[in-house]
């Protein structure tokens, strides 16, 4: 999960949501470019710290839709390639809210209009008493993360539409939040983990409650991340219920899920190009964090093929020239039997500095036992998080 720039610990918090009866519908959510937003390198790795503690269908079609519905998310892409957010609508009438769609989690949250804090008045605050269909909790809750900020407040659920598909979600609505979020630029977060990391037991997320109203075509949600480096950071989208078959090439592979709460797999092999580095883990794909987080050997690895690449102790991490931006070399995580690439232009993330020739690089070690491939492998490779009786991802090399 990765709820901003400057937040990028998963939650370590309780969050008590109870269980709502679903309505059905159907839709998609549209990413826009965030021209104003600045990269914060340290306090994406700061947030890994306390994010893990623990440390099939016919696809002839375009987008395959069958009974049911499906939606589309636009997603504003924030950085460049930072973190990405689209918009729901939530009541009756709907309000307009702007969250993080996280693969890493499995709440949803965000401020509700009783929040008086700087942090709640510097987004959109959901009105509970102009909807008529939102109904009181009574619980509360509260959640803390690795960079010391914090959030709480009340529960309760109320009709919540992605992209046109709706259903009744139990929802964390804030009444205190932190200065540190004041510097988001979404106003909350979208789970999109199974309801095994919810913050209460026997809590349903969305998409268990879309599945089982029959409000989704195909239980998956597709998820295209735009980059700015290959089209300008537009047009990505989560698209729910369906799949978009022009967006990749070749064909899918379906890389099983071995655990249930994030979206775990085995990953059996990493290269460079063509070379074996003789590396292998279990790992996360997980569109709420920036960079792929690898295990210390496997970052090791992956730096000593390229040429002043530094593991620097002073800023906190892997260090590789700016002009890798031109480099034709690649990585590749091997899954499900197929290799899937990322380039290594992708790997010179963001300058030091400002006019620096030197990058921080969009690969980290630290996750010794869980990697994650975050926004930097999906932003390359199209990915179908398809949660069906045998959960699996849906794998193929993006088309832009």
């Known amino acids: 999960m990765k709820f901003t ?3 990028l610990s998963l939650a370590v918090a309780t969050l008590a949501l109870v269980e709502a009866a679903p309505s059905p519908a159907g839709h998609a959510v549209p990413l826009v470019r965030n021209e104003n937003h600045k990269k914060n390198f340290r306090a994406q790795i700061a947030k890994l710290s306390h994010r893990y503690p ?55 949250w965000f401020p509700t209009s009783t929040c008086t804090t700087t942090a709640c008045k510097a987004h959109h605050r959901f009105n509970t008493g102009k909807s008529s269909t939102y109904k009181k909790d009574g619980r509360t809750w509260q959640i803390a993360y690795g960079d010391k900020s914090t959030a709480s407040g009340i529960l309760g659920s109320d009709i919540v539409s992605v992209g046109g598909v709706k259903v009744r979600q139990t929802i964390g609505l804030a009444t205190q939040e932190s200065a540190q979020f004041a510097r988001s630029p979404q106003d909350g977060l979208f789970g999109l983990g199974f309801n095994t990391i919810e913050s209460v037991q026997g809590v349903k997320t969305f998409m268990d ?34 799949i978009d078959h022009t967006r990749y090439t070749g064909a899918l592979t379906y890389v099983p899920v071995t655990r249930k ?14 070379k074996s580095l ?57 899954m499900g039997g197929k290799n899937f690439q990322v380039p290594l232009a992708d ?32 932003k390359n490779n199209y990915c179908v998080f398809d949660q069906s009786s045998t959960p699996s991802i849906g794998i193929a090399p993006l088309k832009y």
């Open 5 to 7: 720039a400057t937040i």
């Open 54 to 108: 623990e440390l099939k269908l016919n696809r002839n079609s375009i987008i395959n839709a069958a009974a049911g519905g499906s939606g589309k998310v636009s997603l504003t892409d924030v950085g460049p390639d930072s973190e990405y957010y689209g918009q729901v609508m939530v009541g009756s009438p709907p309000q307009k809210i702007l969250l993080d769609f996280d693969t890493g989690s499995s709440d949803i």
């Open 209 to 242: 409650n879309a599945i089982s109203s029959k409000a989704l075509a195909l239980p998956v949600v597709s998820v295209f991340l735009p980059s700015v480096r290959r089209n300008g950071g537009k047009g990505g989208n989560f698209l729910f219920g369906a």
């Open 261 to 274: 709460g994030y979206w775990q797999v085995a990953i059996q092999g990493l290269s460079f190009n063509t």
């Open 278 to 334: 003789g590396q292998a883990s279990e790992g996360i794909v997980d569109t709420g964090t920036t960079l792929i987080i690898l295990g210390d050997a496997a970052a090791a690895a992956v730096h000593k093929n390229i040429k002043g690449a530094v593991n620097s102790a002073q800023d906190g991490g892997w260090l590789v020239p700016c002009s890798l931006t031109t480099s034709k070399d690649t990585i590749s995580f091997k």
């Open 347 to 378: 790997l010179a993330w963001d300058p030091i500095s400002t006019g620096s020739t030197t990058c921080f690089s969009g690969v980290q070690g630290g996750q010794n036992d869980l990697w994650i491939l975050g926004d930097v492998f999906i």
